[in-house]
């Protein structure tokens, strides 16, 4: 178990150096690459043995753990808040389509047209962005069909685009899948719990106990 313990000081305090006939002989970079390959093999080490790591990682693990839970909770606590910052977000980017340089239309590009929906409430937020055009009043991905329809005040009235909001289709999404989402993040957890309990174990497996060296 000595030996154990002194491979993952020499891992985790690495002192390579390519020797100088290396560079002078021309085979520097294959020099390197094998060092890149020791790294890797290190690395594989402290996570199997070194009991250090292995505690670091469980607490990492029971962090990130904790984290996930307590966001459900204030998820599920503070609907109200979320609801309000969300509306608020996608209203301030909105705000900026036809103005921020391209990335946040295609991001509300998507949105529009994977939810099929148009604008954050309904479709007549968008007309204030549209103000300069002479005929368009939505962004053409509001659009249920991409022949014939532009955006226009007779798409409007011809019907040929989503009427609904984003934000109520997004919180119809949720509510429609929060068992999956919920079922996935319960998954999550759960295979988190068996990797901190088997870390734990191994831990204490490769543990060694302080002993003078006299």
């Not at 390519?18 to 390197?32: A, H, I, Q, W």
């Not at 009235?157 to 984003?166: L, M, P, T, V």
């Amino acid at each position: 178990m000595k030996a154990v313990m002194e491979d993952c000081r020499r891992i985790l305090n690495p002192r390579r150096v390519p020797p100088e006939n290396c560079v002078l002989n021309g085979s520097y970079e294959r020099t390197e690459f094998a060092l890149g390959v020791e790294d890797l093999k290190d690395k594989v080490k402290v996570v199997l043995i070194c009991p250090s790591a292995l505690f670091q990682y469980a607490v990492l693990l029971v962090i990130i753990f904790i984290l996930e839970i307590s966001a459900g909770i204030a998820g599920y606590v503070y609907h109200g808040e979320v609801e309000t910052e969300v509306k608020k977000m996608m209203t301030e980017t909105q705000a900026e389509y036809t103005k921020s340089g391209g990335d946040k239309a295609k991001v509300w590009d998507t949105i529009q047209k994977e939810f099929k929906c148009c604008g954050v409430s309904n479709y007549t937020e968008w007309k204030p962005q549209f103000e300069n055009s002479t005929t368009q009043v939505v962004p053409a991905s509001c659009c249920k069909s991409t022949s014939n329809c532009n955006g226009t005040e007779a798409d409007i009235n011809a019907d040929k685009i989503y009427k609904e909001g984003c934000l109520t289709k997004f919180e119809t999404f949720v509510k429609d899948n929060v068992f999956i989402i919920g079922g996935v993040g319960i998954g999550l957890a759960f295979v988190q719990v068996k990797m901190i309990s088997r870390k734990s174990i191994m831990g204490s497996l490769f543990s060694v106990e302080p002993n003078s060296e006299n």
